[in-house]
């Protein structure tokens, strides 16, 4: 029981017999114990393979149990997992699934224009048009545009202009991670118990990562980005730590286990109230990751109200100098979704209705 539990998350409620997370273990018992698959006895590997979700991984503390997910996202995780790894063996089947993808992608995108209410067509036509008109767009969508200092241009509606012909790997290519990016929609190809965009992380030595307290400008910079260290500072010491700044001087969290891999808890520094799980796969020591935790349209539509209260509060130009207002908390203590599941439930609950039904069809 005490495996199938898993590590507390440090409240009261987690630790009685009438928590989700309990009545998950409960249920996951009696199908390991009962269950058979032609006679032999079950593991959660099996579980895993036959329901397509990630029963021995699963996040157990209350805020996991209780955050709902679109049903249709864990659908779309099974799809993945059962497609295996890319590019597929059948070139034909893989060219028409490429081609699947680019054309969500699109739509998506489009969508997502459409609820910020402007169209693809109208973010293509600002790139030439001039500053008054540009500002007006961006007025009307709620940014403000911040002039180049050196370089070409690129401002809130330059990047705002996601492009399919671009190479995946530059940041205004039509990809879904960069759509998480700007606009917050989850990407469907990364890990699914993770949230925020990983960036620089070219070893992959950082397999999950979760954040929560996460608060623009106070334990994130001015671009939502937290960035992390990962070194190992004995035989049997490796630590992580999190900084609000790309000059890694502000720490805001960290924390340390004695084997290579597995998860590490992370826990505030300096008051920063940021705190979170990153799971970790050491190969070398690496100061290059970054973590984009706060959608780019949020913190620009967020920059613009703070501008329009700074006015409101201090409508004489001088008396507003040197005042700041305090650092907003992003909506629901995590990414802005445009995704509200309104028929979702928590993945915590679906998985424990998988089980169900293994036990109720063995």
């Given at each position: 029981?005490?495996?199938?539990?898993?590590?507390l998350?440090?409240c009261?409620?987690?630790?009685?017999?009438?928590?989700?997370r309990?009545?998950?273990a409960?249920?996951?018992?009696?199908?390991?114990d009962?269950?058979?698959?032609?006679?032999?006895p079950?593991?959660?590997?099996?579980?895993e393979?036959r329901f397509?979700?990630?029963?021995a991984?699963l996040?157990?503390?209350?805020?996991?149990s209780?955050?709902?997910v679109?049903?249709?996202?864990?659908?779309?995780?099974?799809?993945?997992?059962?497609?295996?790894?890319r590019?597929l063996?059948?070139a034909f089947?893989?060219?028409?699934?490429?081609?699947?993808?680019?054309?969500?992608r699109m739509?998506a995108?489009?969508?997502?224009?459409?609820q910020?209410?402007?169209t693809?067509?109208?973010?293509?036509?600002?790139?030439?048009?001039?500053?008054?008109?540009?500002h007006a767009?961006?007025?009307?969508?709620?940014?403000i545009?911040?002039p180049?200092?050196?370089?070409?241009?690129?401002?809130?509606?330059?990047?705002?202009?996601?492009?399919?012909?671009?190479?995946a790997?530059?940041?205004r290519?039509l990809?879904?991670?960069?759509?998480?990016?700007?606009?917050?929609?989850a990407?469907?190809?990364?890990d699914?118990?993770?949230?925020?965009?990983?960036?620089g992380?070219?070893?992959?030595?950082?397999?999950?990562?979760?954040?929560d307290?996460?608060?623009?400008g106070?334990?994130?910079?001015?671009t939502?980005?937290i960035?992390?260290?990962?070194?190992?500072?004995a035989?049997?010491g490796?630590?992580?730590?999190?900084?609000?700044?790309?000059?890694?001087?502000?720490l805001?969290?960290?924390?340390?286990r004695?084997?290579t891999s597995?998860?590490?808890?992370?826990?505030?520094e300096?008051?920063?109230?940021?705190?979170?799980?990153?799971?970790i796969?050491?190969?070398a020591?690496?100061?290059?990751?970054?973590?984009?935790?706060?959608?780019?349209?949020?913190?620009?539509?967020?920059?613009?109200?703070?501008a329009?209260?700074?006015?409101?509060?201090w409508?004489?130009?001088?008396?507003?100098a040197?005042k700041?207002?305090?650092?907003?908390?992003?909506?629901g203590?995590?990414?802005?979704r445009p995704?509200?599941?309104?028929?979702g439930?928590?993945?915590?609950r679906f998985?424990?209705?998988?089980?169900q039904?293994?036990?109720?069809?063995?």
């Open positions: 029981m005490a495996e199938l539990l898993g590590p998350c440090g009261q409620d987690c630790d009685t017999a009438l928590s989700p309990a009545y998950l409960v249920l996951a018992k009696y199908v390991l009962h269950v058979r698959n032609d006679g032999a079950i593991d959660l590997a099996f579980l393979s397509g979700q990630p029963f991984s996040p157990l503390d209350c805020d996991a209780e955050r709902r679109r049903q249709v996202r864990l659908a779309v995780e099974i799809l993945r997992r059962e497609l295996g790894p590019p063996s059948d089947r893989e060219a028409a699934l490429t081609a699947a993808e680019a054309d969500y739509a995108y489009m969508r997502l224009l459409t910020l209410g402007t693809y067509e109208e973010v293509r036509r600002a790139r030439s048009a001039s500053d008054n008109e540009r767009v961006a007025d009307r969508l709620g940014l545009l911040t180049s200092t050196v370089g070409p241009r690129e401002d809130e509606l330059d990047l705002l202009l996601l492009d399919p012909t671009l190479a790997s530059h940041k290519s990809t879904e991670a960069n759509l998480e990016r700007v606009f917050g929609l990407d469907t190809q990364r699914p118990l993770s949230e925020g965009v990983k960036l992380d070219t070893q992959e030595q950082f397999t999950r990562w979760n954040f307290g996460v608060v623009l106070r334990n994130t910079d001015e939502g980005l960035y992390l260290d990962l070194i190992k500072f035989s049997d490796y630590a992580v730590r999190a900084f609000s700044d790309s000059g890694r001087t502000r805001v969290a960290s924390g340390e004695a084997t597995g998860p590490i808890r992370l826990v505030q300096a008051g920063s109230r940021l705190s979170g799980v990153v799971e796969d050491y190969t020591d690496d100061a290059g990751v970054s973590l984009a935790v706060v959608a780019s349209v949020q913190r620009w539509r967020l920059r613009h109200l703070q329009r209260w700074m006015v409101e509060d409508p004489d130009p001088s008396a507003a040197g700041r207002l305090p650092p907003r908390r992003p909506a203590d995590r990414l802005a995704e509200v599941p309104t028929r439930r928590s993945r915590l998985v424990a209705g998988s089980v039904l293994a036990r109720h069809t063995a």
